[in-house]
T-cell receptor, first 110, second 115 residues
């Protein structure tokens, strides 16, 4: 079964608005990672947040982690057309295996 | 190389044929993963290699699927007697070590179409 589940499955917003995606997981984790996928091919790592961190920033990205609720959120501020992609969270299942969720398909409308 | 390289980028085959997919990880990366992604779906874990340790094959969907890796270099994923349900993008990723504290670097994938 999937460890991480993203919500919503699809999100469509206007350029310039903020986009928020959520990820829920089931078991305890050491860290949680977010990836972006353009055009259904290779994924690109965006950010990693450790279990003892509550918030992390990278450019226009802000990630939060609530281990008590077993959830994380990815916020993209001031969205651009180039942000159109699918976004996945990934958590460790066992010591070494990264398991990905189903993803959120984000569309930024000009 | 500069990144993870996968070949072929596209493969069309007939039902029942065998196919072999190749992955060249980033030089020095000891961990290598294979994932499968059906259209519009998430990534499905297939197999994981870490150095000379026994691979984690827990995600292989059937005995038609197998994978090999020579040391810390190239890996091949073989699908025997392909079925239409095998149609998907097969993604390879590598990382510097086997820890899940490391980020994965992905190749561009192989789009497999079984007719």
């Amino acid at each position: 079964s999937q460890q991480g589940e993203e919500d919503p499955q699809a999100l469509s917003i206007q350029e310039g608005e903020n986009a928020t995606m959520n990820c829920s997981y089931k078991t305890s984790i050491n860290n949680l990672q977010w990836y972006r996928q353009n055009s259904g091919r290779g994924l690109v790592h965006l950010i990693l947040i450790r279990s003892n961190e509550r918030e992390k920033h990278s450019g226009r990205l802000r990630v939060t982690l609530d281990t008590s609720k077993k959830s994380s959120s990815l916020l993209i501020t001031a969205s651009r057309a180039a942000d159109t992609a699918s976004y996945f969270c990934a958590t460790a299942q066992g010591a070494q295996k990264l398991v990905f969720g189903q993803g959120t398909r984000l569309t930024i409308n000009p | 190389g500069a990144g993870v390289s996968q070949s072929p980028s596209n493969k069309v085959t007939e039902k029942g044929k065998d196919v072999e997919l190749r992955c060249d990880p980033i030089s020095g990366h000891t961990a290598l993963y294979w994932y499968r992604q059906r259209l519009g779906q998430g990534l499905e874990f297939l197999i994981y290699f870490q150095g000379n340790s026994a691979p984690d094959k827990s995600g292989l969907p059937s005995d038609r699927f197998s994978a090999e890796r020579t040391g810390e270099s190239v890996s091949t994923l073989t699908i025997q007697r392909t079925q239409q349900e095998d149609s998907a993008v097969y993604l390879c990723a590598s990382s510097t070590a086997g820890s899940t504290n490391e980020k994965l670097f992905f190749g561009s994938g192989t789009q497999l179409s079984v007719l």
